[in-house]
Every structure is written in C-alpha cells, then in structure tokens.
C-alpha cells in the first residue's frame, strides 16, 4: 500500500505526465466511461501510436478505496497489476483482492517504458465513474412499513412510534434503531443512535444550501451550491423509487443526509449525465441530542411528492439506511449500513434493500379501543417513563454479546480459509458483514491479539503439525498454510517459534 499523504503527490505527477502524452495520442482505450464491472477481471488497453518512440513495455495501476473511510481523496491505494510488452498493449487485471467500489472511487492509469528501462510517459488517471459491483444482491432484507392513521409528530422525542416495525444494527459503538410509517401525504422516519462521542462541527442548523461551489464538478448544477457534511456524526437515507435496484446511480435514485446535530440536506445526480440536484427540500425534518445514554434523534417526514410516487399497500422501493460514526473530528469514519452496505459501495443501489409499505394494525377497531384503555389504565402502575427508557436504552451486555459472536464468526471463518494466501480481514469482515476497520478493533479487543497475527500463529500451529510429517517439505507445508514463498514462511515461523522450520522439526523427531 502506498503510504498516507504520498497519495495526492504521485496523483499531481501522474496528471502532469498524463497532460503531456495526450499531446502524443497516448490514451486508454479501456475501460470506457461509466463501465460497470460485474466480475473478477477486466480489459485494460493502452492506446499508442504507431509512429511513437519504442516501447519496451506498458505498465497497469489501479486507484481504489481499501477500507471504510469518509476521507477518500486521502486513502486511496495504488497498486500495480502488471505488464504488457508486445501491442496491442492490454492487460486481463484480476480485482479479486478489490473490494466493490462505488461510482467515482476506482481508477486506472499506465506508465510507458523505453527500451533502456526509463519511464517516458504516464496516461491517467482519469475520472471514468467505473462501478466495481461483483454484488448484485447483499441480502434479501425488508422494512416493513406500516399505515397510520395517526401521523408522529416531527419533534424529536420518538413517542409516537409503538405501533411501529422497526430495524436496528450496530456501528463500532454506535447502536441504530430505525422505525418508519406511512400515510396518502407522508413517509416517516424516527431513527435513534446510541453514540458515545457525538461530532457535530457545523453551527447550520436546517437545510444546508449556499456553502461551497460545484463541490462534486458535474456539468450541470443546482444554482444553490451545498457542501457535504464531513466529519460529522449522521445517517444518510437511501431511496430507489422506481426500485429498479440498478447499479449506478440515476435522478430517482436519491438520498438524504442528516447531521447529528441538525444540519440536513437531500440530494440525486446521475454522473452519466453529468446532473446533480438539490433533493428533498420540502422534507420536514427534527433532530435533537440527548444524554444518559449519549445519544441522538431524527425525525422526518417526506412528501411522496418528493418521490413522485403514490402510496399503496405492497409499494416496494429500494432503500438503506447508512450510519457513519466518527470517534474524532478530522480522523477516519466507520461507514457501516443497515443492508450491509460498507462506504466505498453504499452509492450501488443494487446494494441496497427493500422498504415496503404494508397496511395498519391488524386489531380491529373494537379491539384496538379495548387496547387503548387498558394501556391508559396500566399507565397507573407502569410509568410510561420507564417503558420508554428500557426500549431505547441498548444494555452493556447486549453490546458485547453480539461482538463476542462476531469475532468467534470471525475467528471460525479463519480457520476455514487460512491455507488461502490472499486470505486477509477484509474477507472475513465482508463474511461477518462489517467493516474492515472495525473488524480489526473488534477483533483485538476481544482477543487481545491483531488479526493478522492471530492468522499467522494459526498457521505455525498448523505447519507445526505438518512438520512431523518427514514426506513433507517445508515448501510443501508453506504453500498448504497460506503462504506464497517458503522464505516467508520461514521468517514468520522464526518470529514466533524462535527456530526455523528445519530445525524445529529436527528437534521435535529427536525427541
């Protein structure tokens, strides 16, 4: 990996490199613009011209996101994927080792060697908006949303959501709950995030607008510019109207931002067309921040004007709903959604699951008055109070009992794989549905120990048992434990056995 803040250094070189062989007719011809990848593989083709200098060979790179991050211009990865030596100059790239990328986050550029071995030219990168989605369904997963006849109230108190579905996920120590509703005017929402640090720079309250120019460089813009809300507490709301799950995003694909501490605002594009608008600006929205537990509260109502929709019964639109939790201003987030989607994808609505509007209570009326009654009579001896807290309060134990089955899915689906060697956290925390970054706190502060070394002592104990086997080579039991070299294999066994293989096996024969 390329090494933090080196990113934007080589990138400046690499354009002005790249401004230089255009002059010459060097390009990449492939991919095309807006390519979606749906696979492990894809062409890269570098266009030169016939009458160039000599050319020994042409070399590939790929710029993607590695890992969770809101500041992806500062954490991006460069990594060379290999050589063509002979024209036409393409290249088949394997991007197994690449998670899913969202329009905008992945990149290819080529270097052009001479024949004495100097790099004479650099084409790229360019801003293609190409999709790596080798996903084409997370999961299967519903929101239930019911009619109302009594629509919340939007002021942030969450007291008008008992007879609502609800979901809920967990972030690093952020805990989500989200219900919703639905009447002929409104789709509500009332989302609760238990969060014991609660970043929120901005002083704007409301709907932002006005703040910055063309901060996302689209051919056509709203005249009222906005700026997104970095290091920021929030959750974004994630709608395909026309639920078409596609893989790019398009105008009725929208979402809706909304900061911790009461800044909001809505937006669609569609990068293809070079569109991006202002969205959701009728949207009436409510936040307010608690303590006991640290915590904050969203309600909001939208228009199905604002979707051009008309609510029914069974509608179905594709939907997620993204937490990102800073633990600091100005560090890294973790980006985690309630379909499974991670940060550098959530922008896929193919990724996304499904809300679905459903009919009111089953009760009858006769029924339902019976239940009202008796609930107001129970609110004698049962404090409302204390119904309320115990429902939006997430104990300790939970918490960490859903961590403990983590890591232990974590730690099982490493001992399935391990012998694979380009097996990493990244793999098993797609396979746990969580971040990598978060995996590996996780991990460590369950077992005290890194991931990664956790994976290599599990191999050493592994070749430990291979190693009483004389038929065997140290070769042979290197690449059975997931390692690409005996020479490695050797170095991360002295590290932790204080011998080589070699000689541990000698010793433990002799014995």
Not at 155 to 165: E, F, G, I, Q
Not at 218 to 235: A, M, Q, T, W
Not at 439 to 458: D, H, M, P, T, V
Not at 499 to 505: A, D, G, K, T
Request: glycine share 6%.
């Amino acid at each position: 990996m390329v090494p933090r803040g080196f990113f934007l250094c080589i990138i400046t070189g690499l354009w002005f490199a790249a401004s230089i062989s255009a002059s010459i007719g060097i390009k990449l011809a492939l991919p095309k613009a807006h390519t979606v990848i749906t696979g492990n593989t894809i062409r890269l083709l570098a266009e030169i011209p016939k009458d160039a200098d000599p050319v020994k060979e042409v070399r590939f790179y790929i710029v993607y996101s590695p890992f969770v991050d809101s500041s992806a211009a500062s954490h991006r990865t460069i990594d060379y994927l290999g050589k063509a030596e002979v024209p036409p100059f393409e290249y088949i790239a394997d991007l197994r080792s690449i998670p899913d990328q969202n329009c905008g986050t992945l990149q290819f550029f080529f270097t052009v060697v001479d024949p004495a071995g100097k790099v004479v030219d650099t084409c790229g990168p360019e801003q293609r908006f190409l999709v790596l989605d080798r996903n084409l369904k997370i999961s299967d997963k519903r929101f239930i949303c019911r009619e109302t006849n009594t629509p919340p109230h939007i002021d942030a108190l969450l007291t008008d959501w008992k007879n609502a579905d609800s979901i809920g996920f967990i972030n690093g120590d952020n805990t989500i709950k989200a219900y919703s509703l639905w009447d002929e005017k409104y789709l509500y929402f009332g989302i609760e995030v238990i969060d014991n640090s609660i970043i929120g720079p901005y002083p704007q309250r409301g709907y932002l607008v006005d703040n910055a120019p063309d901060v996302y460089n689209f051919e056509r813009i709203d005249s009222l510019k906005y700026v997104p809300v970095p290091n920021y507490d929030e959750v974004e709301l994630f709608f395909d109207a026309k639920h078409d799950h596609s893989m790019t995003r398009k105008l009725d694909d929208t979402h809706f931002l909304i900061g911790a501490k009461g800044a909001y605002y809505g937006r669609r594009y569609d990068r293809k067309l070079g569109i991006s608008n202002l969205w959701g600006k009728s949207v009436r929205c409510s936040v307010a921040v608690y303590e006991n537990p640290s915590r904050y509260v969203i309600e909001a109502a939208f228009p199905w004007q604002e979707f051009q929709l008309k609510p029914k019964e069974g509608l179905a639109v594709g939907f997620d709903l993204l937490n990102k939790n800073y633990m600091f201003i100005g560090r890294p987030s973790i980006g985690v959604s309630w379909n499974g989607c991670e940060y550098y994808n959530y922008n896929n609505p193919s990724e996304w699951g499904d809300l679905v509007l459903a009919g009111g209570d089953i009760l009858s009326s006769a029924w339902l008055l019976v239940c009202v009654l008796f609930i107001g009579a129970s609110a004698v001896v049962i404090p409302v109070v204390l119904w309320r807290k115990k429902r939006m309060t997430a104990t300790k134990e939970e918490l960490l009992k859903k961590q403990a089955v983590i890591t232990n899915n974590m730690e099982k689906y490493l001992m399935d794989n391990y012998a694979n060697p380009d097996f990493t956290i990244a793999e098993a925390a797609r396979h746990s549905g969580i971040s990598p970054r978060y995996a590996g706190s996780l991990f460590k502060a369950e077992k005290k120990i890194s991931f990664s070394q956790y994976l290599n002592n599990y191999r050493v104990e592994r070749a430990k048992e291979m190693l009483r086997d004389l038929k065997l080579s140290v070769t042979e039991i290197a690449f059975a434990v997931g390692y690409n070299s005996p020479e490695h294999f050797t170095r991360v066994f002295k590290s932790i056995e204080e011998s080589s293989p070699n000689e541990y096996r000698q010793t433990t024969n002799r014995g």
